[in-house]
Each structure stands twice: as structure tokens, then as C-alpha cells.
Nanobody, 119 residues
Framework: VQLQASGGGSVQPGESLRMSCKASGNINFINIMGWYRQAPGKERELVAS???????KYADSVKDRFEISIDYASKTVYLQMGSLKPEDTAVYYC??????????????WGQGTLVTVSS
């Protein structure tokens, strides 16, 4: 299983950015997909996640500004980020927990994608 993220970049405060992450490989069922981030000198933290059948979860710092969605047909998770702030600057990581008949459920991580918010 591979997770390929795209859409990071540099923006100014107040601007928006949309990232996507496509999963490929042996996947029969998506349990969870989400995004984490890690700022310089800080630990990795959950930004947003979507658990099938249970809904979404957001970090308090991004509520009402970010929105996560999953296209189950294409196995792609999106993160729409609005009203970006300098403190949103971080490396963002795509995450997924997938089930396959051959191996059960496992966690997977995509490569990091840098988001820089600066004037």
C-alpha cells in the first residue's frame, strides 16, 4: 500500500490551500484516513481524520478553518485548509488505516508535504 500526497506549498496568511492523498495497493476497506502535521521542534499532531461510519475529528486549532473529506471510490483523502495562519506551517503527513482480506488492518503513512504560511 502506498499513499501519495500532493498540494502543499507556500501561501500568505489568510489564504487557502487544498491537499490530496491517494492510496493505492491491496486495500479492500478504508477504516480511517487523515492528516497529521509536525512543526519544527514539535511533536507530530493530528490535524483531521475521518473514520468510516463514525465521522470526522479535528484539532481544536483548525476547527472551522479546515475540512477533511474522502472519496472512497478513488481512495483519496482531501484536506481543504482555509484562513491559514503562520502557526499552520508544518510538514503534513497523510495517514490511513486500511483493511485487506489477506492481512487484516494496518496503518500506513505517506511522505511529508511541506506547508509554509508566511507573509
Amino acid at each position: 500500500v502506498q499513499l501519495q500526497a500532493s498540494g502543499g506549498g507556500s501561501v500568505q496568511p489568510g489564504e487557502s490551500l487544498r491537499m490530496s492523498c491517494k492510496a493505492s495497493g491491496n486495500i479492500n476497506f478504508i477504516n480511517i484516513m487523515g492528516w497529521y502535521r509536525q512543526a519544527p521542534g514539535k511533536e507530530r499532531e493530528l490535524v483531521a481524520s475521518d473514520t468510516r461510519g463514525r465521522g470526522t475529528k479535528y484539532a481544536d486549532s483548525v476547527k472551522d478553518r479546515f475540512e477533511i473529506s474522502i472519496d472512497y471510490a478513488s481512495k483519496t483523502v482531501y484536506l481543504q485548509m482555509g484562513s491559514l495562519k503562520p502557526e499552520d506551517t508544518a510538514v503534513y503527513y497523510c495517514y490511513g488505516n486500511f483493511y485487506a482480506y489477506s492481512r487484516g488492518s494496518e496503518d500506513y503513512w505517506g511522505q511529508g508535504t511541506l506547508v509554509t504560511v508566511s507573509s
